[in-house]
């Protein structure tokens, strides 16, 4: 998902969450399927199960750190470059939501300050109604870009691939 041509969550980020919820996958597929892997090989070398279960356990455990820690670095640059999480949205380089949204206040706070000005007899009050109004139904609207943009980066940048990264450490441990 990108916001202003820039990605919300980094490419390696998202490399991560894929790999682990494939890696995830695969795993809690081969536990609940029973699948035999008493006779795997690589290479022509067999490999144990207990082999194969601890590899599979350290790559889930390396590919779930990876991920929180690509992830935490993206949150925070993500609040930083002033988007829906944080309360003061700053102007930096990229232009994201918290420009909109900064934009958008200040011409309403500017129309509404025109209309109670003494020199309103110069504007067309109707014009100026009906441009306050759509403003205010833009920034009203924005929350469904905040919700969609917090589903993406939380709910399914993190939380889908970590959970079913723990789960399947789980059913590994637990088999």
């Not at 690509?70 to 003061?88: C, H, P, R, Y």
């Amino acid at each position: 998902m990108n916001f202003g041509g820039k990605p919300f969550l980094s490419r390696s980020a998202q490399a991560t969450g894929r790999s682990l919820l494939l890696l995830s996958l695969a795993t809690i597929l081969a536990v609940l399927l029973e699948v035999d892997t008493s006779k795997l090989s690589i290479f022509e070398v067999a490999i144990s199960e207990e082999q194969l279960g601890t590899a599979t356990l350290w790559s889930l455990f390396v590919l779930i750190v990876a991920l929180a820690v690509n992830w935490a670095g993206d949150f925070v640059s993500l609040g930083k470059w002033n988007s829906f999480l944080t309360e003061k949205r700053v102007e930096t380089i990229f232009d994201g939501g918290g420009k909109i949204k900064g934009r958008v206040e200040f011409v309403l706070d500017s129309l509404e300050y025109s209309a109670r000005n003494d020199k309103k007899d110069q504007l067309d009050n109707d014009k100026l109604d009906y441009v306050i109004r759509i403003f205010k139904e833009l920034e009203r609207d924005l929350w469904r870009y905040e919700i969609t943009a917090v589903c993406y980066v939380v709910i399914w940048g993190f939380i889908v691939p970590a959970a079913f990264g723990l789960y399947a450490m789980y059913s590994i441990v637990y088999a």
